[in-house]
């Protein structure tokens, strides 16, 4: 069996998450047992909610036990099965961490998934075709419900969930209106996706300034609005909201460090009659054959050609991930294991 590198959750971080906190080590992988497959992983996605595994509190995902390996979403290739379910060769998409193998039971319900890369590009299972992509979806279709010619507008429009949000509200007739950090994101973010106008935050000084921006991008106001940040871009929109507007609110990456974020006016909520609703993706596993169906159509196709930040090999996993949280990702951030 072949040598393992795995990058393990090695200090908890008090404040900004640093390099420090993981550790590289190197293990032996163990033989396969009766039922189970030696998956070669290709790429490794790095998410957002990692940040949140990484305390010891409450977050919306669970937290990462020290001295394991840092759990994430990988696709790859079985080398070896003893399951009847999988043969040498197959394409898979898992959970296998941030490590180059992983020993799967392939009987456990989702553990492995077969993919057909042959119009999907591998990697893409993990972002556009995969968890990023269900997430813009759901928040999109089951909270906000957008209607034709209606406004929905979506923070961090460059990432691997706002482009989803930005592609499948413009196929369903609304003005996309994107918030993203620098004229470069914003560009890819109106040119390649097709967005109506997108907003640089950073040219903002304040919530007053960013919604002034907003009042001119959106003419007939914001009907839906699609977070995945917020503070100042969360005041912003909430100024220039409809009656009856709604927010899901699928991320807070301004407060993964712990600190506070306050919202200035809530008090919209109510003048407006707003609906603001969180949720969790892996909580609406329904949903997820039909949106993967419709994510998978709009890349295969090419009307969606979603971008990647690629990060080379498994011990360039750490500043990646750390890069990503402080926006110097630009779309799906991955780690290529050669
Ligand atoms: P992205 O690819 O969007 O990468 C994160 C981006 O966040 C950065 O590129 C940066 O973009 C932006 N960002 C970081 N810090 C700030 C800040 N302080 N202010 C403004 N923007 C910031 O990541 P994902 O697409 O994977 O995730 C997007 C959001 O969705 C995250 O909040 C994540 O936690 C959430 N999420 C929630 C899920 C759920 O089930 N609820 C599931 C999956 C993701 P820029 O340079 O444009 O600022």
Redesign the pocket.
């Known amino acids: 069996m072949p040598t393992n590198r795995q990058i393990v959750l090695d200090k908890r971080p008090t404040g900004e998450a640093e390099a420090g906190n993981f550790r590289l080590v190197t293990s032996e992988t163990p033989a396969l047992s009766e039922g189970q497959v030696l998956v070669r992983h290709r790429f490794l996605s790095l998410?957002?909610?990692m940040?949140?595994r990484m305390n010891e509190g409450k977050s919306?995902a669970q937290p990462q036990p020290l001295g394991e390996v840092m759990i994430g979403g990988t696709v790859g290739e079985v080398v070896e099965s003893r399951s009847p379910k999988f043969t040498a060769g197959d394409q898979v998409v898992g959970m296998g961490g941030w490590q180059e193998f992983s020993v799967v039971d392939a009987g456990q319900p989702g553990a492995l998934r077969k993919v057909d890369d042959s119009r999907v590009p591998l990697s893409h299972y993990l972002?556009a075709v995969g968890?990023?992509g269900v997430?813009a979806w759901?928040?999109l279709n089951r909270i906000i419900e957008p209607q034709a010619g209606r406004t929905v507008t979506v923070?961090?429009?460059?990432?691997?969930?706002?482009?989803a949000v930005g592609v499948l509200a413009k196929a369903r007739g609304c003005r996309a209106v994107g918030?993203?950090?620098?004229a470069q994101?914003c560009r890819y973010v109106v040119e390649e996706l097709g967005f109506d106008a997108c907003i640089d935050?950073?040219e903002h000084g304040d919530a007053g300034s960013l919604s002034r921006a907003l009042k001119q991008a959106c003419p007939d106001g914001i009907d839906g609005h699609f977070e995945?940040?917020?503070?100042?871009?969360l005041d912003a929109v909430l100024l220039r909201a409809n009656a009856f507007a709604r927010v899901a609110?699928?991320?807070?990456?301004?407060?993964?460090d712990g600190q506070p974020i306050p919202l200035t006016y809530p008090q919209l909520i109510l003048t407006n009659r707003m609906r603001v609703e969180?949720?969790?993706?892996?909580?609406h596993m329904e949903v997820w054959p039909q949106a993967l169906a419709e994510l998978g159509e709009l890349v295969g196709s090419g009307r969606f050609r979603p971008r990647e930040s690629v990060a080379e090999g498994l011990e360039a996993a750490p500043e990646a991930f750390l890069g990503?949280?402080?926006?110097?990702?630009?779309?799906?951030?991955l780690v290529r294991i050669s």
């Open positions: 998410d957002p909610y940040r949140g919306y972002g968890m990023p997430t759901y928040g923070s961090a429009a460059s990432g691997a969930v706002g482009s918030i993203a950090g620098g994101k935050y950073r995945n940040v917020g503070g100042m871009v609110v699928c991320g807070m990456i301004a407060g993964y969180g949720f969790i993706v892996s909580e990503m949280l402080r926006g110097r990702n630009f779309g799906k951030q």
